[in-house]
């Protein structure tokens, strides 16, 4: 495997668009550049869920965004639900109740589990508005040992926190950081976030770009130029 293809598979694009149609489109200009999408919330309520299965049949791995959260009976036939669509990821959010349900529901499915430990557009500040005690830090600490114990296979997380959840779980957690921006980058929303190399560097297996790559005046060049920094940081 050459560097660029392993780099290549490190970098997830989000389709953060209106309709499945958009995100054709963007997926014809990305070209051999991209080999893995996320499909989230905007596009999925587009309409968008049933372009997974046509991103699969032409070679593309798919990441389903759907973040599952809900009482455990529902997580479970959600999950069951989606285990039938043939993606590599799914996300749930990070309560052990629904995690555990979420891993009862996709069974044997080899598709692998993905626990939002906390949004990376919050800081410290958002956490205790919404009524939580721990800081980010330690949230995040504290779900990704839930998520662990619950069998869940990776985390959601900032690259802020890579490091210290590597040194904390081992190798065998996969680590899903978004908040990712080129130095100098508009982060909008964003609060937590790391330039590709850093992120890579601090251990994180795949970098989920949205907006920097779809929202950028030339998307496949700038899907080149990311890859081509995490080919350089590996
Ligand atoms: O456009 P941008 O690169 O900020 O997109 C980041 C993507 O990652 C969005 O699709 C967002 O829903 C998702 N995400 C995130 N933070 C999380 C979980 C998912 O930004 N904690």
Redesign the pocket.
């Known amino acids: 495997m050459t560097d660029i293809t392993a780099a290549r598979d490190k970098l997830i694009v989000?389709l953060?668009l209106p309709s499945a149609a958009d995100a054709e489109k963007m997926a014809a200009r990305l070209g051999d550049t991209v080999g893995f999408y996320?499909i989230?919330l905007e596009l999925a309520y587009g309409g968008g869920l049933g372009l997974a299965g046509d991103l699969i049949k032409s070679g593309k791995k798919v990441f389903l965004?759907l973040k599952l959260h809900d009482i455990g009976n529902t997580v479970a036939r959600a999950a069951a639900q989606v285990a039938g669509l043939g993606a590599t990821f799914l996300t749930v959010h990070a309560y052990p109740q629904t995690m555990r349900a979420a891993r009862q529901g996709v069974g044997a499915s080899p598709v692998k589990l993905l626990a939002?430990t906390v949004?990376?557009?919050y800081d410290n500040a958002d956490l205790a508005e919404a009524g939580f005690a721990l800081g980010v830090k330690d949230l995040v600490a504290k779900r990704a040992l839930q998520a662990q114990a619950a069998g869940v296979e990776g985390l959601?997380l900032s690259a802020e926190e890579a490091q210290a959840m590597r040194a904390l779980l081992g190798p065998g957690m996969l680590l899903v950081t978004?908040?990712?921006r080129q130095a100098g980058g508009d982060i909008?929303d964003?609060k937590r976030v790391m330039t590709p190399s850093r992120a890579i560097a601090a251990g994180a297996d795949h970098l989920?770009?949205?907006?920097?790559i779809t929202q950028a005046p030339d998307p496949r060049a700038a899907a080149v130029a990311i890859v081509a920094e995490i080919a350089g940081a590996q």
């Open positions: 989000a953060d996320k989230g965004d939002v949004m990376t557009s959601i978004p908040g990712i909008a964003q989920v770009v949205g907006r920097p």
